[in-house]
């Protein structure tokens, strides 16, 4: 059976577009992740999105341009700061934790996605705070789960009881789900993607996201040039442990994410604002441009799927 894959010409494309195109961050990323380019490059990159007060922000996630710190870009932040295997004694880390621990709703055990101040700022749609308080102060799987796992990383800065507290929090909270939303869902893979999660944690949320995945992932490639959750966004890896159960559905989503590239090498959001901040969506979409041009490529270099790759 013949396998589809990135051709070289299509790699050619998309070099181009990133030189030209893509944010200093998604730049120094790709650098890093097929150029040999350092990683403290990366972490420069980054600081452009850190607030004194150690949170990220400055529409580090396109769709909220608030320049304020939130827990939402400041897990982004601790996302890419993961994938460079940043140390816990470099600042731009230590100052996040301390914004995680000095933001978390000790009455929730969670942190609010975003704060109410961004409302104030240009955002997609689905940010309107007004007349929807409670769907952000009330706890929330998206991000305090994913949060938890980037705390579990740099755990010798976290008082040991908080981890304990917030570990119980989360696993209670999921098991009482039938069914999950999406980001709650993506937000609990990255926590069990956390090398050095505890195996008390592990095992049941395991046990409960193998539940839960099959119900929430979009099999049907129809549905996949709209908004929904695709088998890559939470089988990421070859060594998924969800990989069994969604292996031919990866097959055919990492075709369908080939076959999908435009003829400029690059690969564009399935969303848009409508007609909310018209002039700030065309910034956002160039700048989500180059992060789903940057995953995609990340993606198909996991699993062997650039033309000359092992």
């Not at 981890?163 to 999921?174: F, I, K, N, Q, T």
């Not at 709650?184 to 409960?208: F, I, N």
């Not at 099999?219 to 908004?227: A, K, T, V």
Request: net charge negative; charged share 25%; hydrophobic share 40%.
């Amino acid at each position: 059976m013949t396998v589809c894959r990135l051709t070289n010409q299509a790699l050619v494309s998309l070099r181009q577009f990133i030189e030209t195109t893509v944010r200093p961050l998604e730049m120094a990323r790709f650098r890093h992740a097929f150029e040999g380019g350092s990683a403290d490059l990366v972490l420069d990159a980054l600081k452009r999105y850190q607030n004194p007060d150690g949170g990220f922000g400055r529409a580090l996630e396109p769709d909220v341009r608030a320049d304020e710190s939130s827990a939402l870009c400041t897990s982004i932040a601790f996302r890419v700061l993961r994938s460079i295997g940043a140390k816990t004694d470099q600042a731009v880390v230590s100052m996040g934790i301390r914004y995680l621990l000095a933001t978390l709703d000790r009455r929730e055990e969670h942190w609010r996605i975003i704060p109410a101040s961004a409302e104030k700022s240009p955002h997609a749609p689905w940010w309107n705070q007004t007349g929807r308080e409670s769907e952000f102060d009330d706890f929330s799987l998206n991000p305090s789960a994913e949060i938890l796992g980037y705390l579990v990383d740099y755990q010798e800065l976290i008082p040991r009881d908080l981890l304990a507290l917030l570990s119980d929090r989360v696993l209670g909270y999921l098991s009482g789900l039938e069914e999950i939303e999406m980001h709650d869902l993506l937000c609990c893979v990255r926590l069990l993607q956390t090398a050095t999660l505890p195996g008390e944690v592990h095992e049941p949320l395991l046990r409960k996201l193998t539940g839960l995945v099959a119900g929430t992932v979009a099999r049907d490639p129809e549905q996949w040039s709209g908004y929904s959750l695709r088998p890559l966004q939470v089988v990421d890896s070859p060594a998924s442990p969800f990989m069994s159960e969604l292996q031919e559905a990866v097959a055919a989503n990492l075709d369908y994410e080939i076959a999908s590239q435009n003829q400029d090498g690059w690969w564009t959001p399935t969303w848009t604002w409508g007609d909310a901040y018209p002039d700030h969506w065309k910034k956002a979409q160039r700048e989500w441009a180059g992060i789903l041009t940057l995953e995609n490529l990340l993606l198909l270099e996991r699993f062997g799927r650039i033309e000359g790759a092992a």
